[in-house]
């Protein structure tokens, strides 16, 4: 008799998100659906009241603000960014959150630039995505990508 052992995977959000610039974020690509992203970051995840689209966010703690969000449009996802700014989150080029601001030039080249409040988006567009690299304070704050030419802003 053969023996098969079960293994539970336990969604939710990746600790150690992966930003693929012009393609996907944590595994998920714009225009996912509801059911897609469930699948992959889990149910567990908190709604924002006073946005304009659905919006979700999921934290690795409850009530606590580090992990990432997506903002839903009729057709799928539009938008997903990291949450404050979660450790282990990098690119495929290796970026990473907390690497100094100008890591994101050297790697990616000079980009256009959009002041959001207190801290700057940087924007890549490939394609029909946008790529953002937000900086806080000099440092690598966090990542988004969407559809191209929406608000780099969250």
Same mark, same amino acid.
């Given at each position: 008799m053969i023996a098969v052992a079960l293994v539970a995977v336990a969604l939710g959000l990746p600790q150690h998100g992966l930003v693929v610039p012009g393609h996907s974020f944590a595994g998920l690509k714009p225009?996912?659906? =509801? %059911?897609?992203? !469930? #699948? #992959? @970051?889990?149910?567990?995840?908190?709604? $924002?009241?006073? $946005?304009?689209?659905? %919006? @979700?966010? +999921?934290?690795?703690?409850? +009530?606590?603000?580090? *992990?990432?969000?997506? #903002?839903?449009?009729?057709?799928?996802?539009? /938008?997903? +960014?990291?949450?404050? /700014?979660?450790?282990?989150w990098h690119t495929n080029r290796g970026l990473k959150i907390g690497d100094p601001e100008i890591e994101i030039a050297s790697i990616y080249g000079v980009l256009p630039r959009v002041e959001c409040g207190t801290y700057?988006?940087?924007? !890549? =567009? =490939?394609? *029909?995505?946008?790529?953002? +690299?937000?900086?806080?304070?000099k440092e690598v704050w966090g990542f988004g990508i969407s559809r191209a030419g929406a608000q780099p802003c969250h």
């Open positions: 225009g996912a659906t =509801r %059911t897609q992203v !469930l #699948a #992959a @970051w889990g149910p567990h995840y908190g709604r $924002c009241r006073n $946005c304009r689209q659905t %919006t @979700w966010y +999921f934290t690795y703690k409850d +009530f606590q603000p580090q *992990g990432a969000g997506v #903002a839903f449009q009729a057709d799928g996802a539009a /938008s997903y +960014f990291t949450i404050w /700014s979660p450790p282990g700057t988006a940087y924007v !890549l =567009r =490939r394609g *029909g995505i946008d790529t953002q +690299f937000y900086a806080y304070k």
